[in-house]
Every structure is written in structure tokens, then in C-alpha cells.
């Protein structure tokens, strides 16, 4: 099973929950986590992963043989991401708007065009203390396309883990529906200000449109927000837990802990988490 | 000599780690901003989750369609089932025909429409269709104009919005003889930041103490020195992990960037998000108001040589 944890906006915990979901699940299963925010991942920070191995993560960009080229300006056109453009006597290629979608490569009528992988990020892959096979991706400072980065990693996916937790970028566009992609559950962790709803709203725009089973987790809860309470009922998304806002817990994340960690209290809740996970999905 | 001091000075605002409080201090720095000599105009950069008409009491005057990104459509009645379509495809998007659906479609969350597919079916089954993936806004604040948008929920292209808006508020102070931009931006260091910080005279980066706060401001400095863009650093919620802070300062100090002062964790912020108003308004006694008053002062030294 695969659980994404994401948000809309950032900062409202999700790395918290997905680092305390996935060392409470090790305890039982054997657990994958991929962090996929990668243009700011912290999932490493709390579980402290040994790395084992490294790998790049590329994009493939067109390179044109000038000596083959006959500047017919097919490439040009059929590249809807304006990577490519001609001036003058050659065919310029732009490859930060490159997509890597190899439509050039494929319609050249000359074969002209050959590709070589540009590096953008790295993968990094290890195992942390609780036995979770860890992977991160890290966007280039610079570069700025993450979601070729996001595909690579998801791509190592399919092994015996029985269960993978997604950490997800903040958002609601390209980066976040990469890593939800195919997800059997997804995980919303809002916090009940107008700010966490509004991005919330965004979130359930993008679960109505994969129709993925989803539940809330509201973090920093006080004292009850209607206008989130009220929403939630009226599209039937579950509560699954409430952690209320204290300042020890603030203190305790920042300083690299994890929450079931330095609040042991809340291991039971992220166990009962899972079950009403699969009791969810059970019902599905 | 004349044209330099009319000129629009672009502040951005950005984090890194999403969530350290940038649009809490983008909606006081606009109250403070109006108050002033400044004549300043604004963007709400942060498409994907854009809040700060939030907190501005933000009335919509124009409303704008935003077409951005295409996806391929497959007609069922021509497609033979080839699969060339399929073959082509990097991103996985072409969904093989079902018993129910006995035809090839197309993924829309995973079709990228770069029409690889649309080029090689050989019964031109395959369209490509421009999307509309957001709107965007020209809205009245009692602060000022504010350019901001919505993309919706799923869209690409959230760095080609962000320029729209932007290029709207630039062209409203153009003809408005406007001196200050300010860009409330996204987290993240990718596509959107980079639209968000072109043209940028400072970044104010809102950092907050902690692993991982540290750790993504760090990213964003990188990011911004890549693209010579100036820098300041607040810290906010200083004081709720002391030894984070005392990081940050000494991160600070190794890149040799000023510190444009701290905000205390200050229950008058998020009463101010629920109040729906620039905290300087709604607590202007408050320590967190102070502080954005401090940091305002910095900026307008740093951009105008003033304050």
C-alpha cells in the first residue's frame, strides 16, 4: 500500500506525520519511505538514515548534429515547451525548458537528433535504525524542474515493502501530483486557520479529480474551527487524528526529533492511524 | 539620475520550507508599506496556495481567465488500438483499453502535452487541448492594488502564472508611478521561486529555527546567490527553539548577509489570520508588530536608503 502525506500548504507538519507514520510502521511491516519534496527535503533530518548509495537524476535533452541537420525546423515545431528555436543557421536548444519528452528525437526527419542525459538532482538510498528503506530526491540548486526528479525516484518503487510513504511537496500543481500519482490513500495534514483551509480546498479539488480515498489530520488543532469542521462533513473526509498545538512539541521537532519519539503518548495514535487507514480502504 | 529614483524596486518574499510565516509578514509589511511615503503595489506569487487576499480584506475589481498548459485527448471511435501512442509516451500517461473502455486513453494527471503521442498515431486519433489552468486577479485593498491568482487544483504551470501576475502589478505601476513591488512568494526553490525572484532588487527570507528550517534556508540563499539576487534574513518564532536561532545567526554570518531583525512567536499572529488583517492593524502593539516594524525600517534602508 502506498499512503501519500501531503498538504497544499506548507509548513502544517506533513513531514512530521509521515516520519512518526513511518517509524511506528516499522515496527510491523516492512516500511519504504521516499521523500519526493524535493526541493526541500527534511524527512532525513528526523530519521537519520545511513545512506548507502547515491544516483543522479537526469533529464533527456536533445543535442542536433549540425553536420546532419537540414534546419527544417521540425524540432522547433512539434516542441511544445519552446525548448527549441532556430536562429540563423542553427537550432538552439534551451535546457532548462526541456521536458524530456523526446518528441524532437522522434520526428526529426534526419535523425539529427540524439540525447544525453542532463544531471538535475541526485537520489540518495539508505536505511535508517527502525529498518525503513529511506530514499530522498534533491533538486539542484538552480534547476527548476523537480518532477523529472520526483518520476525517477518513484520509479524504485516495486519491491517487497509492503508499505511506502510518500512525503510530499507543498502545493498543488506539477510536483505534488507527481507524487500522488497513483497513491492508494492520501494523508491531508491542514492546520484550522483560513490559511490551512484555503490550501486544503486545493487538495480536495485534486482527491476529487483521482477520487483516491483520503483522511484529514489536523495539526495544531485548539480550540475547534467551524468553517474546516464544516467542510469536512459536507465531502464526508474523515478526521483521523488531532494534534493539538504546544510549544514542547514545537521545540522538539525543531530540534530533529520525532514526534512519537519525544512524545511517546502518540504511538498508540499513529497504530490506530493505520488501521483506520486499512479499515478505509477496506471499505473502498 | 531623474529615472533611477523613479524606478519600481521589486522585495521578495521566500522561505524554503513552506510554512515559516511569509504571508503573516507580506500583509504587515503592506500595511506598514501603505503608511508610508512609498508608493507600493502587490503580488501574491505563491499560485498554488495564494493567501494573502486572505488577510487584506482583498475586493476583486477584474478577474482573468489563465490558458496555460495542453493536455491530449484520444477520440474512442478512430483509435485502432496500435499503442504507438503508448510507446512514446515517458511519462506513463496512455492508459491501455479496458473491458469496459475497449480504446487507449489518455492519464490527464500524468500527460505532460508534449503531443509525442499526437505526432506518431497514425489515425490522427490524438488532439492536443490548450487547458485553462487558473485565474487571476486584480484586487483593492485598503493597502493597495493587489495582482494574485488561483491555479486550480492539479494545473501545471504555476511559474508562468506567477510571471503573469507579476507582469500585471509591473505594468499597474508603470502606469500608476508605483516605487515598490512587493512579491509574497512560494516555498521551494524551483520554477515558481526562480519566476518569483526574476527581477528582484532584495529577497527578505522569513526563516524559522529548526532542522529543517535551517536546512531549506540554506537551499533558498544558494538558489538566490545563483541568481545575484540581494538578501536579508528575518527570523521568525525566534524564540521558541533558542539554539536554532543561534543557528541561523551563525549561517547568516558565514554568507555575510544582514539579519533584518526577529519576530517573537506571538499569539497575536494567527488571532490576526482568524481577524483577517495585516497584524500590524489588528495588534499594532503587539511584540510581533514591533517587529515587522523594525524589519519594514531595514528594507526601506536597504531599497531606498531610507527609513
Redesign the interface.
Known sequence: MKIAVAS?????GK?MVATSLAATAAKDHPVRFLDCDV??P?AH??LNPTIERKEKAYIAVPKIDPAACTLCGRCVE?C??HALAKLGTQILVFPQLC?????CT??CPVDAITEFPRPIGELFFGTTKENILFSMGE?T??????TPII?QLKAHLSDEATLTILDS?????????TTI?NADFLLLVTEP???GL??LR?????V???GTPAGVIINRAGVNYAPLEKLLEEQSIPVLMRIPYR?EI??A????QLLTESFPEYKPAFIHLLQDIDRLMGDV | MLNNDLKLKQLVMLS?????GK?SLTAGLMDLASRSWRHPVFTDADV????LA??TEAVPDQSHLFMGS?LAEITPEQCQNCGMCAD?C??GAILLPTENQPWHRVD???C?????CV??CPETAIQ?HQQQDGEWFQSTTPYGQLFHAE?????????KLVTTVKQQAKLYAQDNGCDLLIVDG??????P??SASAGADLALLVA??????I??LD?II??LQ??NVPILVCIN?AD??T??TEDIKSLVGKYGLPLAGEIP?DEAI?DS??A?QPVTRFAPESPAAHAIEQIWGTIQRTLFGEG
Open positions: 497544499g500548504k506548507g509548513g502544517t513531514t526541493e526541500a527534511n533530518l528526523f512539434v511544445t515547451f521536458h524530456g519528452c523526446g518528441s522522434l520526428q533538486l540548486i538552480s534547476e527548476p524542474m523537480p518520476r511537496p507543498p502545493g498543488a500543481s506539477c510536483s505534488v501530483v500519482h486557520t483560513a490559511f484555503h490550501d486545493q487538495m480536495l479539488g485534486i476529487e479529480k483521482t510549544n514545537a521545540a521537532l525543531a530540534s530533529g | 524554503g520550507k513552506g510554512g515559516t504571508t498554488d496556495a495564494a493567501n486572505l488577510v495542453f512514446v515517458r511519462y490527464e494527471l500524468a505532460e502535452g508534449c503531443a509525442a505526432h506518431v492536443l491555479l486550480f487544483p492539479a494545473a501545471e504551470n504555476s511559474g512560494p516555498p521551494g526553490i524551483g520554477c521561486v526562480i524559522e529555527p529548526g532542522v529543517s528550517g536546512h531549506d537551499r544558494q538558489t545563483e541568481f518564532k521558541i527553539f539554539p536554532g512567536f494567527p489570520i482568524s483577517m
